[in-house]
């Protein structure tokens, strides 16, 4: 049998991502009027993250019938997103759902009771390590298990001096702090002015999406931002003298040294976000994985 969602659970899950998809590539808008003056028009669809009946996509057996009809097994999408989710369970796994989900949630959270031109003045379009620092992307992210269950798909590890010679690397040439090559991108018909940059140290994530690479866009200036000891939640922002301007429909790029990293983390496995300041507000990047030796 299937273990449906009640209206009730409907309503609040789509309340909570502000009624748009919560894919991150499309955030289509889900309701509006029916000609009907007293009915409104619906496209969205509260799916199921792991499905409602044997034999459905990302079924998980070990759930019982209570949690497959809850609202933490829910994701609210439009109908396309919906059949495109439930048509390709490969490709989009309980983890990306579950990432897709707190990450409109979070979108929702700062849209709220601002003014629509300010939205998504800056989005983190593209990630990248730079070459002159002695880190190296991360492969068996899949080990990393956070707090919802999931792992993040974006990650890097720094490299252990043992493998330094066979890779020509030296702390001559080479940073033991990681250095991070960053697009971003503005997608209003303004200029976004940055004015601080940093991180959050965190337990939230999501999947990347933007710019598959940042080297097509030339680097407006590189900084180094002295970390302290990583607190989660607690973000650490450097506030840039000559603030950064980002054009209308146009992207920025960035290097930032996350100088003294490894002695600020109490751990060795660390999951932070980017941050920008801008147009009042903080706009972070999806979560990576830091692993240190
Ligand atoms: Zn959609």
């Not at 439009?78 to 059949?83: I, T, V």
């Not at 707190?102 to 003014?115: C, F, H, M, N, V």
């Not at 002015?193 to 959050?200: D, E, N």
Request: net charge positive; aromatic share 8%; glycine share 6%.
């Amino acid at each position: 049998m299937r273990h449906e969602f009640t209206q009730r659970t409907k309503h609040i899950l789509a309340s909570r991502v502000g009624w748009r998809c919560s894919n991150p590539e499309c955030r289509a808008a889900t309701t509006g009027p029916n000609s009907d003056r007293t009915r409104t028009s619906n496209i969205g669809h509260a799916s199921h993250i792991t499905a409602a009946a044997l034999g459905g996509p990302r079924f998980d057996s070990k759930l019982y019938k209570f949690q497959r009809r809850d609202i933490a097994n829910a994701i609210w999408l439009c109908a396309n997103c919906a059949k495109k989710v439930d048509d390709d369970p490969q490709r989009y796994g309980a983890a990306t759902l579950w990432f897709w989900r707190q990450d409109a949630e979070d979108l929702a959270d700062s849209e709220k009771g601002r003014p629509i031109d300010l939205i998504q003045s800056v989005r983190f379009a593209s990630i990248q390590l730079s070459p002159s620092c002695m880190w190296r992307s991360a492969h068996r992210l899949l080990k990393v298990r956070t707090a919802h269950g999931g792992s993040p798909d974006l990650g890097f590890h720094q490299v252990p001096a043992h493998a330094w010679e066979a890779l020509k690397l030296s702390t001559e040439s080479h940073s033991l702090d990681p250095i991070l090559d960053i697009a971003i991108s503005n997608d209003t018909d303004r200029t976004t002015v940055i004015s601080a940059l940093g991180l959050v140290p965190l337990h939230v994530w999501t999947v990347l999406k933007g710019l598959p690479g940042a080297y097509k866009i030339p680097v407006v200036d590189k900084y180094a931002i002295d970390v302290t000891r990583l607190v989660p939640g607690v973000p650490q922002m450097l506030n840039l003298p000559d603030p950064i301007a980002v054009p209308s429909h146009g992207t920025g790029r960035y290097v930032l040294c996350l100088r003294g990293f490894r002695q600020a983390a109490d751990g060795n496995e660390t999951l932070i976000r980017l941050a920008v300041y801008a147009n009042n507000a903080n706009w972070f990047s999806r979560a990576i994985y830091f692993g240190l030796y």
